[in-house]
C-alpha cells in the first residue's frame, strides 16, 4: 500500500506534470486532483504541456481520479496529512516530512489509506481545507524564503517515502594533523603524473589515453590524500622518473 | 560553512533558476555554473526566463559564479560529491543523500569546502567529470523511472542540508480492536453534529458559522478517533437533541 498524493485546486498543468514526474521517481502512484484549474478532461494544448512536465511518468497520469470538491476525494481515506507552512491559528500536531513518513509506514502497515493534501499555489491550503486532515507536515525550510514549489513539496515527501525503504552504510577518514588535499593540489599532482608518464612512453595507444588517465585518477582519489600524501607522490614521481643510476 | 553547488554545463536557464529556488528554500546560497549553454551573462530574453523560475530567489542567481570549466571551478574545494545514478563502470563509493550529508556536515565542521556536483539534464555527468569526485550520491529511487529533473535533485540534497538541522517527536496511537474512522465517516457525524446545533441555535451569528465549524471539526480531529467512537458520539449528539424530559 503506498500514500494518496492528493492536488487541491491546482492552477498550472506543468505542475501536475512534474509533481507526477516527482512520484514516479520515488515509487508513488496514486494521484488524485481536486477541482483543477483547467476543466478535465484536458484539451490537446494543456495535455501536451502536461505531458512534457511528466518527461514519461504518463502512467501517473492516466491513473490519476479527478474529483470536484475535497470531501468527494477523500471519503475513503483514515487519515491525512497536509503539507503546508506551520499555521498560526489552528491547534494541530506538526510533524516534519521524515517523521511523518515513519508514522505514515506504520499506518499503511496495519491497514490505513493515507492522504497527503498539497494546495494550489498561489495561495496554498485554505484553513477550511486543513478542517479536515489530522496533522501538518512542515518542511524544514529557510524562515526567509520559506514557499517551495508545488512539486518540489511532493518530491520531499516522495524522496521521504523512497528513502526510508533503503540502508546505508557511513565512512570516516582521520586525518591527523595533516589535512585533505585541495582539488588544486591534486590536479598539479596528477598532470606531474601524466606528464611524467607520457615522457615515458606509458600510453602505447593514443586512443586509449582518456579512459587510462580516468582509471588513474579514479584510483588515486579512492584513497583521499591528505595534503602530506600529495607531497610524498610528487616525491615518488620525480623519483621514478629520473633516469637509473 | 555551506556546501557550494555546482550545475555541470546546465542546458535549460529555468532549471538554473529553480535550483536556485530550491537551495534558497533550504538555506543554501553557493551556487557556481559550469559552462552554462546559454552565454553568459544572459541576454534579457534568457534573464527574465531564470528569474521567473526563481520565484524571488534572486540574490543566489545574482552571487552564483560562472567558469569556463570545472577543472576551474573546483580547484578551492576539498571534497566533492557527484549526484548521479550509481555507476557501472567506475570504483566509487556511493552513499544516500542522508548519509551524505550527514558526513559533510563533520567535514565542514572540520573546515573542508565541499562541492555537490549536478550533470547537465539531457546526458548527466560524464566519466571525465566523475573522475574529479571522491564520492557519488545517489538519490533512493524507482529503478523503473530514475531520471530526476535537475531541480528536484538539487532540492533533495538540499532539504537534507536544512532537514538536518532540525529536531522532531514522534507519536503513536493504539486503536486495540476497533480501527480508526474514514474521513466519511467523520464527515456524516460532522454533518449531524452540525445540523443539530444549527437546530438548536448554536450559531447566533451566521458570518462567525464557517470558523467556528473549522474550530469544532480541528477540536474533534485531534482526538482521532476510533470508528467506534464516532458511533459513539452519535449518540451522544442524538441525545443531547432531543427535547428534555
Given amino acids: 500500500m503506498q500514500p494518496v ?18 512520484m514516479l521517481n520515488c515509487g508513488l502512484e496514486q494521484l488524485r486532483l481536486v477541482a483543477p484549474r483547467d476543466p478535465w478532461p484536458l484539451d490537446n494544448t494543456h495535455q501536451a504541456r502536461m505531458l512534457a512536465a511528466a518527461s514519461g511518468a504518463d502512467a501517473v497520469l492516466e491513473q490519476a481520479s479527478v474529483f470536484p470538491s475535497l470531501a468527494e476525494a477523500i471519503g475513503d481515506l483514515h487519515t491525512l496529512y497536509a503539507a503546508t507552512a ?7 500536531p506538526v510533524l516534519t516530512p521524515r517523521l511523518a513518513m515513519a508514522e505514515v509506514r506504520q499506518r499503511l502497515a496495519a491497514g490505513e489509506k493515507i492522504g497527503f493534501l ?53 565512512e570516516t577518514l582521520a586525518y591527523g594533523k595533516t589535512r585533505p588535499a585541495t582539488k588544486a593540489e591534486l590536479q598539479h599532482f596528477f598532470d606531474h603524473l601524466e606528464r611524467e608518464l607520457e ?30 600524501e600529495v607531497r610524498t607522490w610528487h616525491g615518488v614521481v620525480t623519483a621514478l622518473a629520473r633516469n637509473a643510476r
Avoid at 512542515?138 to 512539486?151: E, H, M, R
Avoid at 515527501?157 to 528513502?163: G, P
Fill in 86 to 92: 506551520r499555521p498560526r491559528d489552528m491547534l494541530k
Fill in 5 to 22: 498524493i492528493l492536488l487541491v485546486r491546482p492552477q498550472l498543468v506543468e505542475n501536475i506534470g512534474t509533481t507526477a514526474r516527482a
Fill in 199 to 228: 615522457g615515458h612512453g606509458f600510453f602505447t595507444t593514443p586512443e586509449l589515453k582518456p579512459s587510462m588517465v580516468q582509471n588513474l585518477r579514479n584510483a588515486l582519489l579512492r584513497g583521499q590524500w591528505s595534503e602530506q
Fill in 118 to 170: 498539497f494546495g494550489p499555489e498561489r495561495t496554498g491550503l485554505t484553513n477550511d481545507d486543513l478542517s479536515v486532515v489530522e496533522k501538518i507536515i512542515t518542511i524544514p525550510a529557510n524562515p526567509a524564503f520559506s514557499s517551495f514549489n508545488l512539486a518540489q513539496a511532493v518530491l520531499v515527501l516522495a524522496y521521504e517515502w523512497c528513502s526510508q525503504q533503503q540502508e546505508a552504510h557511513p
